[in-house]
Every structure is written in structure tokens, then in C-alpha cells.
């Protein structure tokens, strides 16, 4: 199969994503033309480390790339000032100068840490996005955004830093276990929700093949969602307006995550599903959407086998005001109001501050009575 080539649009900074299979075991000639020296600094994580370094060791050695490598434990705890030390530690420890290449391997929690740590080493180095997740593929590994965790909330610190290449192999993606690949899934979805109904109307037909493993729906599934996400960031990198969209169901979804403490009982992209549900039933109740709008999400995330309700999530809750309360600590209030992402229907997201806070409060106490 092909491979596919999106470019991010972005002056002197722009920069290819390549979707496609086998971009592993041509890494060496895929990454050699944004090279400065023959040789790679990979930081990766152990699960993809095990799976899949070899893999990458072999594509770079069979075009005379050199690798070092350094594995760090897997898990959303890796995203720390403590990992953070160790990467631009170790990063100092190799010699790594200003104009040479760090490769970030793994998921969205390598993707964003190791963007971050290029960042802040010698005030920028250049680094190379290889995502290996879903979720890192059509999101967090193109737009620039990395970052850490903190004490005080997710992705609280960090800066903007555009790789100088994406290499997303579709067939890393074979080794995800189900669960992970379907979190990933919520972020897919997500594009069609939020601006592109004939996507969401072509994944509500491709879904379920493209979930068994039908590696032609992956191939476009994760190029489409990777030009959208190219084409928004092209026009609004630093999130003064369009950007914003990409946050769909993210502000529930934030505080569904503090409320299960980033823990296994929600995963990022599972709370993503289920925050985009939670935004169509609010705009529903608030006549920006046909009634009808919030049960078409339902039935495709049920088709898919997906959370969808507050009820799929185990375990205890806060109430609807305790989740108002985590809702308020998003990145997006301003001046203390709440600025939400609302739908006007399927592919036509906005964003507003003009959220009566009854009408929320009223959704999640339905979402939370729905539990039992
Ligand atoms: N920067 C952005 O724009 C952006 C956007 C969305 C999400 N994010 C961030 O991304 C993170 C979530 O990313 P994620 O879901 O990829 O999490 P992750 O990196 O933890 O990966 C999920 C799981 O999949 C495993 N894994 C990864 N690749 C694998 C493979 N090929 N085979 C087998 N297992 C594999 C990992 O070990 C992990 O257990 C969050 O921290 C979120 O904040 C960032």
C-alpha cells in the first residue's frame, strides 16, 4: 500500500506527517533528509520498547543511522517533572547539540513528554514524532502542543513545539490491546463530530472494520483525521479560535478523568466518547441541535463497542455539582466563566461562553441518575 504524505502548513516550521505501512523499517531513509549527523536520540517507553525498537534499530541502521535509545516505564505518570529531568538529563548526558534529532517513540505520554523536554534543551532542539497509539496517530502527534502533568492538573505546563517530521506506521497500531485502540478511536470520532458529517457518516459504515483490524479504513481513517487536524492547526497553532474545536468533549471529559484520578477506570480517549455525548445532549437541551443528534452519537459509540454513558464508567462519582466543580478548573474558563464546545448538529461544532449553568448542571444530574 501507498504511503501517504500530509503536510502542516506552516511557513518555515512546516512539516510532513507520512501514514502508512512498513514507515518503521524505513525510518532510516524516511528521517535521513532532516538529519544534520547520522544519528538518532529515541526515548521511548517500555511496552513499545519491547514490541517495536528493534524494529525502528534495524530501519535506521540499514541507511547508516545511528541510535541510542531510553526506555522509560509506560503509563499517563511518565508525563512528570521527574521524567521530564530524566529525559533532558540523559539528553545532556549524550551530548545531544542544537541541531540534532530526538525521536519520540511511543504513545501521546512519550509524544507529549519528549516534545516538551525538545523544547526546553538548549532552548529547542528539532525532534521526530514515530506515534504508535491510535490516539498519538491522529491527534496528539501533529499540532506542536507538548507537555507534562503536574500535581495540580493534566498537560498544566509545557509549550508549543513543532516536530520536524510524523512517521505514523499503521501497522504498530496491530500491537494495541482492544481497549487502547478503541480510547484512540474516541479522538476519530471526534473529527467527524466536530466538523466533517460526511467523516462521521463514513465511519458510522467503516467503524466496525476498521476496529477488526481492515488495514485499507485504517490507512484513511487516520490520514483524514490527520489532515483535519493539519488544516485547523495550519490555521490557528497557538488556539486563539478554530483550535479550540479539537477540544470537544474535553472539558466533561477533564473532569471525568480528575474524578476517576487518571486512573484505568477511564481512559483518556474513552472520556473524550464521552464527553462528546454529554456536549450533544447539552446542546439538544439547549435547542442548538435536533433532539434526534445526541441518540445518532449513542449508537454509533454502541456499535463500536464504546463508554458512552456515565453509567459505563465503574465506581463511585462525585455529583453534578462536584463535576461543575472540575469542569471549572479547565484551561478554558476565562475571567471565572465556562467556555464550552457545543454542537449545532453533527459536523458543526462552536465554541460559548453563553452556558446557562441550570441547563449543565441539569444534563450531568440526568447523566449521574442514570447510573442507578
Ligand atoms: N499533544 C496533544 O495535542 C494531545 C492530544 C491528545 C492527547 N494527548 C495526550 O496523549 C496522552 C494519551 O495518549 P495515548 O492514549 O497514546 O497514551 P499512552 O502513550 O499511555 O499509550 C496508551 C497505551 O498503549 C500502549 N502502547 C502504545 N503504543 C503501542 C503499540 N504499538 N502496541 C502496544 N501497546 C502500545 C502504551 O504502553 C500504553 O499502555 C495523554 O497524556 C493526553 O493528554 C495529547
Redesign the pocket.
Known sequence: MSVDTVRVAMGARAYDVRIGQGLIGRAGAEIAPVLSRPKVWVIT?E??AG??LAALRAGLVAEGVEMEALSLP???AT?SWQYLTRVVEWLLEQKVERRDMVVAF???????LVGFAAAILRRGVRFVQVP??L??QV??SV?G??GINTRHG??LVGAFHQPALVLADID??G???AR?FL??YG?VVKYGLLGDAAFFAWLETNGPALAAGDIGVRQQAVRHAVQMKADIVARDETEQGERALLNLGHTFCHALEAATGYSERL???EGVAIGCALAFDLSARMGLCAQEEPSRVRAHLANMKMKRDLSDIAGELPDADGLLALMAQDKKVVDGHLRLILVRGIGEAFVTAEVPPDLLRGVLSEALSARG
Do not use: C, Y
Not at 511511543?106 to 507529549?112: N, S
Open positions: 517507553e511496552t513499545v514490541l517495536h509506560p503509563g499517563e508525563k511511543g504513545g501521546g505520554v512519550i509524544g507529549d504508535t497509539s490516539l498519538a491527534d496528539s499540532g502542543k507538548t493534566k498537560n504498530v497500531l500491537t494495541l490491546a487502547d480510547a484512540g479522538e481512559l483518556h480517549g
